[in-house]
């Protein structure tokens, strides 16, 4: 921090232990530093930043610009008790990604994703605004439905699941070729792994979910017991990187896009904001 109008030499990055220092023009000996200042005189301060001081500020913001540690919690921090509910983002020949949240009382955590670390990054940074496909999005991919309820139920041991929810245009794409879509095939009883029902996740706007995460990362630091709505286990360092780095800029091919969908249809589920007590089981069945 500095007096208003000084630019910033020292920088604090992601890694506590690492920090990024400018070298300004004007502390080099061997440049004309009086006749840069007349070249930058009357220009924008976006030049004078870049010319003067090695300063470019991203030409497109970041959608969660209040999010930073204090939204990072450590596993073993997330308390006790709540309701539990999952979403995936299904897909054809990539992974799937599926995030796990618990919510108690008016704080939502989210706690699991996967694939997680073990597999690598979920997305990496490129030219592109919202970063490259990385590793976790092909290792191991081709799983069939039932591999994934498999795979769910071994995640989640004996937890109790209340909601499930799925990308609702992957939950209506027709899946068999007869007709039956990814909800209807994952509820059905095949192979002995029993049905895993699902709800369709919101169809509204993604700017109001990208809103809605927004209000819940909100915190009034100056406000004694406030603290944000919305934490995220450090394990989960995907969905971390995405709610860093996702501008929306790539639209649909956004590499960085499927941690924030399935947080989106989190936040977007209207029995998500009613009290725990109240919360009911949309379909038939149980969990």
């Not at 610009?65 to 990072?72: D, K, L, Q, S």
């Not at 990385?134 to 498999?150: D, E, M, T």
């Not at 017991?225 to 934490?231: E, Q, S, T, V």
């Not at 956004?254 to 589920?269: F, H, I, T």
Request: proline share 7%; charged share 30%.
């Amino acid at each position: 921090d500095g007096p208003k109008g000084t630019m910033p030499y020292i920088s604090k990055l992601r890694r506590p232990e690492a920090h990024a220092i400018w070298f300004f023009s004007k502390w080099n000996p061997y440049s004309p530093y009086k006749e840069l200042v007349k070249r930058v005189d009357g220009s924008s301060t976006g030049d004078i930043k870049i010319r003067a001081y090695g300063w470019a500020d991203a030409t497109i913001g970041n959608a969660f610009p209040r999010f930073g540690e204090e939204h990072i919690i450590e596993p073993d921090k997330i308390p006790d008790g709540g309701i539990n509910i999952m979403a995936a983002d299904p897909a054809g020949s990539r992974n799937w990604f599926m995030i796990w949240a618990k919510k108690v009382k008016d704080t939502i955590y989210i706690y699991r994703e996967w694939p997680d670390y073990s597999y690598g990054e979920w997305a990496v940074p490129s030219a592109k605004h919202d970063g490259s496909p990385g590793p976790a999005q092909r290792a191991g991919a081709g799983l069939s439905l039932v591999q994934y309820k498999r795979l769910v139920r071994e995640l989640e041991g004996e937890e109790k699941i209340t909601m499930r929810l799925m990308d609702p245009r992957a939950a209506t794409t027709p899946h068999d070729g007869i007709g039956s879509d990814y909800i209807g095939v994952m509820a059905e009883d095949k192979e002995g792994e029993g049905p895993m029902y699902f709800d369709k996740g919101s169809g509204r706007p993604i700017e109001e979910g990208v809103g809605m995460i927004n209000d819940l990362l909100y915190w009034d630091k100056e406000e004694p017991g406030d603290a944000p709505k919305l934490m995220i286990s450090s394990e989960c360092k995907s969905l971390i990187y995405s709610l860093r780095e996702w501008t929306g800029a790539d639209k649909d091919k956004g590499a960085s896009k499927d941690p924030v969908d399935c947080l989106r249809y989190l936040v977007q589920e209207d029995q998500l904001l009613v009290n725990e007590r109240q919360l009911e089981v949309k379909r038939g069945g149980s969990y």
